[in-house]
């Protein structure tokens, strides 16, 4: 007689869905984690199609902002690569895009350029000097774990980078946001007592992760420095808190942002 269990097993497998066949990612991100051998790993992925991640499917989760996005498969989004070490991202950048400097804490990307031009750039700590690359179709480079990086893409079309990544968990840290994003006295005696009203200024512009670009990229391309979202700022809770009664010290170039 079957068990209740082999009847839900059974049932579970016959859906098409991912969900259908396989219980919500985060249950299959589990039994994979809780597999004891990679043999048995493979065997919870009862289906060849978890084991494909389509980068173009319009569903798929990306980074956005106004200069394009980024999409990443990780543990999260394509759970095949739990136990394995890696994980890969496609970076779309529209002319002059630009990936905001940021760091993986942990995993070192190595990254290949489909088209167009990208220009990199990162410094790896204290004391290293900066390091920038322009990296043509079928040239890659290298951003070791930790280092702060960024990718702009220096042409007039939409640009295509891969990015590879050795850890199935690589996290992003992007550093504008997270640095802004500490106390404001901290911030304003880090920049060399700028004030908090400044600090709070700056804050409220930084744009979304992947963001417009530089003025000489887009003057060249004949294109206008929009607003642009600010959604991923970080948030404020009582220990990074302003004081009340802050308000924003205007930076001059925020007031000509129109859409
Ligand atoms: C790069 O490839 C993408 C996707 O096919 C395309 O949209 C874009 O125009 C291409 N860019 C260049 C510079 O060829």
Same mark, same amino acid.
């Given at each position: 007689?079957? !068990?209740?269990?082999?009847?839900?097993?059974?049932? !579970?497998?016959? $859906?098409? !869905?991912?969900?259908?066949?396989?219980?919500?990612?985060?249950?299959?991100?589990?039994?994979?984690?809780?597999?004891?051998?990679?043999?048995?790993?493979?065997?919870?992925?009862?289906?060849?199609?978890?084991?494909?991640?389509?980068?173009?499917?319009?569903?798929?989760?990306?980074?956005?902002?106004? &200069?394009?996005?980024?999409?990443?498969?990780?543990?999260?989004?394509?759970?095949?690569?739990?136990?394995?070490?890696?994980?890969?991202?496609? &970076?779309?950048?529209?002319?002059?895009?630009?990936?905001?400097?940021?760091?993986?804490?942990?995993?070192?990307?190595?990254? +290949?350029?489909?088209?167009?031009?990208?220009?990199?750039?990162?410094?790896?700590?204290?004391?290293?000097?900066?390091?920038?690359? *322009?990296?043509?179709?079928?040239?890659?480079?290298?951003?070791?774990?930790?280092?702060?990086?960024?990718?702009?893409?220096? $042409?007039?079309?939409?640009?295509?980078?891969?990015?590879?990544?050795?850890?199935?968990?690589?996290?992003?840290?992007?550093?504008?946001?997270?640095?802004?994003?500490?106390?404001? *006295?901290?911030?304003?005696?880090?920049?060399? *007592?700028?004030?908090?009203?400044?600090?709070?200024?700056?804050?409220?512009?930084?744009?979304?992760?992947?963001?417009?670009?530089?003025?000489?990229?887009?003057?060249?391309?004949?294109?206008?420095?929009?607003?642009?979202?600010?959604?991923?700022?970080?948030?404020?809770? !009582?220990?990074?808190?302003?004081?009340?009664?802050?308000?924003?010290?205007?930076?001059?170039?925020?007031?000509? +942002?129109?859409?």
């Amino acid at each position: 007689m079957l !068990s209740l269990v082999t009847i839900v097993t059974l049932a !579970s497998l016959v $859906g098409s !869905s991912w969900s259908a066949a396989a219980g919500s990612p985060a249950d299959v991100v589990a039994k994979l984690r809780d597999a004891p051998t990679a043999v048995d790993r493979v065997n919870v992925l009862a289906k060849d199609e978890q084991f494909v991640f389509n980068f173009f499917d319009p569903a798929a989760k990306a980074t956005t902002g106004k &200069g394009g996005k980024v999409i990443l498969a990780n543990a999260a989004t394509f759970p095949a690569v739990v136990g394995n070490g890696a994980a890969m991202a496609i &970076g779309i950048l529209e002319p002059c895009g630009m990936n905001t400097p940021h760091t993986h804490p942990r995993a070192t990307e190595i990254q +290949y350029n489909v088209n167009g031009t990208i220009r990199t750039g990162m410094i790896t700590e204290n004391g290293a000097r900066f390091v920038m690359t *322009d990296l043509k179709p079928g040239e890659m480079t290298i951003f070791p774990q930790g280092s702060i990086h960024f990718q702009i893409n220096e $042409g007039c079309d939409p640009a295509l980078f891969v990015a590879a990544l050795n850890s199935e968990d690589p996290g992003a840290l992007q550093v504008a946001q997270r640095f802004l994003g500490l106390p404001p *006295d901290i911030v304003a005696a880090t920049l060399g *007592d700028i004030g908090v009203e400044e600090v709070l200024g700056v804050e409220a512009i930084i744009p979304d992760s992947v963001s417009l670009g530089t003025d000489e990229c887009l003057k060249r391309c004949g294109l206008k420095r929009t607003s642009q979202p600010t959604d991923q700022r970080q948030p404020r809770v !009582s220990g990074n808190a302003f004081p009340s009664g802050v308000t924003a010290s205007k930076w001059p170039i925020a007031s000509d +942002y129109k859409n």
